[in-house]
């Protein structure tokens, strides 16, 4: 196939392998193709919401459940994910592990600054802090974190529930 002027095969060069991964450098989660800007409240604002960081404080997996749900579009509930939150914290103790997960999906989402360090040292180091800080984001990018992600996707619709477009239906005998 490939043969030189001395008649020697030489195998064709390796093709690059189909993965439907892109490849371009994005995190498997960047949605966003804006510069990275800055978290609208610092890791230690705890005083802006007191009532979320006492919350936090004595039930974290209610504001991780929230800030999951908003997160992940409502493919999870907050229920769902709050419980699983749970069950790893009493199983593995690990629980920052899962919860910076959400932390760097969030951040990409919405183009913010891997700051003040990596997403797992934040959560392992001041996982309070943290999911307040990822409260108080979502909050201020106008979503009320207290009706989930289906009651915010209706109120922007200004009460309107959002309805799939109609689809004609197919081929037909």
Known sequence: MYESKDNVYYPPPPQPVTTGIPMTGMTPF???????GPWSTGLCNCCDDVSNCCVTCFCPCITFGQIAEIVDRGS????????????????????????????????????LHESPCNDCLV????????LCQEYRELKRRGFNMDIGWQANLENQGHGQAVLPPNVQAGMTR
């Open 30 to 36: 960047q949605v966003s193709s804006q510069a990275e």
């Open 76 to 111: 999870t509930s907050c229920g769902a994910s709050g419980a699983l939150y749970t069950l790893i914290l009493c199983v593995t103790g690990c629980h920052c592990i899962y919860s910076c997960f959400y932390r760097s999906k969030m951040r990409a989402q919405y183009s």
């Open 123 to 130: 959560h392992c180091c001041c996982e309070h802090c943290a």
